[in-house]
C-alpha cells in the first residue's frame, strides 16, 4: 500500500480545478513561480488514484486558511504576506502552515524548496519531513546579488536542520552531497501524462509565417530577460517579423518587464503575456518555432524538458547546469553563453534558419526516460518508505 505524502511548495491551484472544481476561482498562479514542477507531481499522482494532500501559498488569499476537497485530493490554500516573512522567519505563514497540516491525514510531509514550506515542515514534530531542494543557493545569491541573501540564509538553517534531503538532478545533488557531507538522492522532476499524449502534435516542418520564439521565465535576475530582450531585438535584424513571447511572473501586459522594454525601446514584436495555466503554456511552446531559455541557474529546467519531449528546437545559456545536464551539454540543442547577447541572438537566427536540423534525435526518448511518471512515482515511494522508517 503506497503511503499518502503531504505536498507542500508552489503551485497553481487552478491547474487541479478538473478535481476539484473550486479550485478554477484562481485565475493566477502563486507570485513568484509557476511551480509546474509540483503539479505535475501531484497529477500523475491523481491520475494513478493515489490519495495526496497538498499545502501551497497565496499571496492574494483572502482568508488565512481555505480548505478544498474531494476524494483523491485535498487542498490547502494559506494566505501569505509579500513583505517581511524573511525577517521573521515565516512566522505567520508557519503558523498557519502548522493549522493546515494538524487537518490532514498523510503519512509524511513532502515539502518543496528550502524557504516557507521546508522551515514549516522542519518546526513540527507530527510527521516525518522530506525537503526536495530545487535550488542552488550558493549560485543564485552569486547571481541575484544582496537581494538573495535573507532567502540564502533561510536555506542554510534547512539544510542544516533536514535530516531527509533529496535534489531534482545530479547537479543539485552533487552540490548538496559537499554541502552536508553525505550522499543525495536524485528523483527528477515529472510531466503528466497529458504532456505524453499531445507530444507529438508538433511537425518538423512548420508553416511559413513569421518566426514564434517563446520562453517561459520570471523577471528575476537569474532569468536573463532583460538580455534575452536586447538579444531578440538583433534578431529581429534577420526576422523583422519574428514575435517573441514571454510568460511567467512579472512578464504580463503592462508589467514590470514591459516597462524596462518600452523605457529602452526593446519592445517591439514582444508579446508580454505573463503567468498562464500549465496546458496553456505548453500549447505555447508546442506551437512555437524555438524555446529559448536564457537563465544563467537552474537546477532542472522544466520548460527545456517539456520542448525536448514536444520535438521543439532550443536555445539555452549553458550557465544554467541544470539545463546543459538535461541537453547533455549540446546534443540536444544549442548552448550558449547567456551574458553575451551577440551569441545567444546568433544561435537563435541559426537555429531558425535550419529547424529541422535543430531537432535532435533522442531528445524525446531522453526526457521520457529520465521523467517518466511510473518510474519517478516509485522513487518517491522508496523514498518515502525510507523517511518513515528512519
Known amino acids: 500500500m503506497s503511503l499518502k505524502p503531504l505536498i507542500m511548495g508552489f503551485f497553481s491551484p487552478a491547474s487541479l480545478q478538473d478535481y476539484i472544481p473550486s ?31 497538498v499545502i501551497t501559498c497565496d499571496f492574494f488569499a483572502e482568508q488565512d486558511i481555505r480548505r478544498y476537497e474531494s476524494e483523491l485530493l485535498n487542498v490547502w490554500v494559506v494566505k501569505s504576506r509579500a513583505k517581511r516573512r524573511i525577517r521573521d522567519g515565516y512566522l505567520v505563514e508557519r503558523e498557519l502552515i502548522h493549522r493546515a497540516m494538524s487537518e490532514s491525514s498523510a503519512d509524511l510531509c513532502h515539502a518543496n524548496w528550502t524557504y516557507e514550506y521546508a522551515v514549516s515542515g522542519l518546526t513540527q514534530s507530527a510527521l516525518p519531513c522530506l525537503v526536495t531542494v530545487h535550488d542552488n543557493a550558493d549560485r543564485i545569491l552569486r547571481v541575484a546579488g544582496p ?5 540564502y540564509l533561510v536555506t542554510q538553517w534547512v539544510l542544516r536542520k533536514a535530516r531527509h534531503l533529496s535534489a531534482v538532478s545530479p547537479y543539485i545533488a552533487g552540490c548538496l552531497g559537499r554541502k552536508v557531507g553525505r550522499d543525495i538522492p536524485m528523483i527528477p522532476n515529472t510531466f503528466c501524462d497529458w504532456l505524453w499524449v499531445h507530444s507529438n502534435e508538433i511537425s518538423e516542418a512548420k508553416p511559413d509565417g513569421p518566426k514564434v520564439i517563446v520562453s517561459a521565465l520570471d523577471w528575476t535576475r537569474c532569468k536573463n530577460v532583460r538580455r534575452a530582450l536586447r538579444a531578440f531585438q538583433l534578431v529581429r535584424r534577420k526576422y523583422p517579423g519574428a514575435r517573441y513571447m514571454l510568460m511567467g511572473s512579472g512578464l504580463a501586459e503592462s508589467g514590470p518587464a514591459e516597462r524596462w522594454a518600452n523605457a529602452r525601446g526593446l519592445s517591439e514584436g514582444v508579446i508580454f503575456m ?109 523514498l518515502y518508505a525510507r523517511v518513515m522508517r528512519e
Not at 537581494?147 to 532567502?151: A, I, R, W
Not at 529541422?356 to 511510473?374: Q, W
Open 23 to 53: 479550485l478554477g476561482e484562481f485565475h493566477c498562479p502563486p507570485q513568484g513561480s509557476v511551480g509546474s514542477s509540483l503539479v505535475n507531481l501531484v497529477r500523475v499522482r491523481l491520475e494513478r488514484q493515489m490519495p495526496t494532500d
Open 147 to 151: 537581494c538573495y541573501l535573507g532567502s
Open 274 to 382: 505573463g503567468s498562464l495555466d500549465y496546458r496553456d503554456s505548453l500549447k505555447r511552446i508546442v506551437s512555437a518555432d524555438l524555446l529559448f531559455h536564457p537563465s544563467l541557474e537552474e537546477s532542472f529546467g522544466s520548460p527545456v524538458a517539456e520542448a525536448m519531449a514536444m520535438h521543439v528546437p532550443i536555445v539555452a545559456a549553458r550557465d544554467a547546469e541544470g539545463v546543459a545536464w538535461l541537453m547533455e551539454n549540446g546534443r540536444y540543442g544549442q548552448l550558449v553563453s547567456g551574458r553575451s547577447i551577440d551569441m545567444m541572438a546568433d544561435a537563435i537566427v541559426a537555429a531558425l534558419k535550419n529547424r529541422s536540423g535543430s531537432i535532435f534525435e533522442g531528445a524525446a526518448d531522453r526526457i521520457h526516460e529520465l521523467c517518466k511518471p511510473g518510474k519517478v512515482l516509485n522513487e518517491y515511494e522508496e
